[in-house]
């Protein structure tokens, strides 16, 4: 059965159980998070979606019924009842509706269930195939996020952490977090070939998306590429490292779109924040540099324009003025 797309209102029901109802300071912070979140789980596609079974159908609305009857654990063994008929089935649509269910679940009444939750998507990346794999590497990035913005002040709290730290991610400093969820979204953009064949047209009936935005995001590669650049850009990223400070030192970032693409990126630069921003710019406007349509090649360019505009750090001194 081919690797499947995530159905737009799964996440939806997830949603207000993520947000920590007694902290105005995360209901504002996490907003971002969520909607990425969401926008990945949307766009977890593959083409020839096998139309849900009758059976499943019945039972998902056995599973919403409890749900609205506040019984959260009545519907958690329901759930884990779909999930092992999926799995004997090789059903992954059905297995990956069952994984978002558990989460959405436990977090009515589990008071670490991010931590779970990591763990089980963890599970699922080691057997899932393409593009599955690839989308949830994206989310499994978000979820390290989120658990990080839920428990910032603990953390920033803690003592770097030396040498090998363990999996338990209750004991790691905010470097650790954040650095294991940059390697979720660098992993999420391999093999970036074949994430630019995955054309999301034939999938408009079930996506959430805004008027015209396949225009700028036509291929699965796009999305996940401009996912990994906001997460790389967010101000949280730049607590982790002082080498991650790293800015655009040079006026050749602001150079045109054939010489940027062609710019040999510095390699003391490579595993920063900044550096993989500019690396990931580069492949995007490569890849969009001989399209008809200019739309998406203009987008990112001016995306990646803004973003060394902002995060220059030319100064006056250097014989430039520094861009404001």
């Not at 599973?63 to 089935?89: C, M, T």
């Not at 990956?96 to 931590?115: S, T």
């Not at 794999?133 to 002040?153: E, I």
């Not at 805004?210 to 101000?235: M, Q, V």
Request: a negative charge; charged letters at 25%; glycine letters at 4%.
């Amino acid at each position: 059965m081919p690797v499947d797309l995530f159905l737009r209102v799964l996440f939806c029901t997830i949603l207000d159980h993520w947000t920590d109802q007694n902290s105005k300071y995360y209901e504002v912070i996490e907003t971002g998070v969520f909607i990425a979140i969401l926008s990945a789980i949307v766009l977890f596609i593959t083409a020839n979606i096998p139309p849900m079974d009758k059976n499943y159908d019945d039972k998902w609305k056995q599973v919403d019924s409890l749900v609205s009857l506040n019984q959260p654990r009545s519907a958690l063994e329901l759930v884990n009842e779909i999930y092992k008929i999926a799995q004997n089935e090789q059903n992954s649509p059905q297995l990956i509706k069952a994984n978002i269910y558990r989460i959405k679940l436990m977090a009515d009444y589990e008071e670490d269930y991010l931590v779970k939750a990591i763990s089980e998507i963890k599970t699922e990346i080691k057997s899932a195939g393409f593009p599955e794999k690839q989308v949830l590497h994206s989310l499994l990035g978000d979820l390290y996020l989120r658990y990080f913005h839920t428990n910032r002040y603990q953390i920033l709290e803690r003592s770097k952490v030396a040498g090998e730290t363990g999996d338990d991610i209750q004991t790691w400093d905010a470097a650790k977090l954040l650095s294991t969820a940059a390697s979720h979204f660098e992993v999420s953009l391999s093999p970036a070939n074949q994430l630019q064949g995955v054309d999301l047209k034939a999938f408009s009936a079930i996506l959430l998306e805004e008027k015209d935005s396949k225009i700028f995001r036509p291929t699965l590669y796009d999305f996940l590429a401009h996912r990994a650049i906001d997460f790389y850009a967010s101000g949280e990223t730049g607590i982790t490292t002082a080498a991650d400070q790293w800015k655009p030192d040079h006026l050749n970032y602001f150079n045109s779109v054939e010489s940027f693409i062609k710019l040999q990126l510095p390699e003391n630069i490579a595993g920063t924040f900044s550096g993989k921003i500019l690396a990931i710019y580069q492949e995007l406007l490569l890849f969009h540099l001989n399209d008809k349509d200019v739309q998406a090649l203009i987008d990112v360019d001016l995306k990646r324009l803004n973003y060394v505009h902002s995060n220059t750090i030319i100064t006056e001194k250097m014989g430039f003025t520094k861009m404001r």
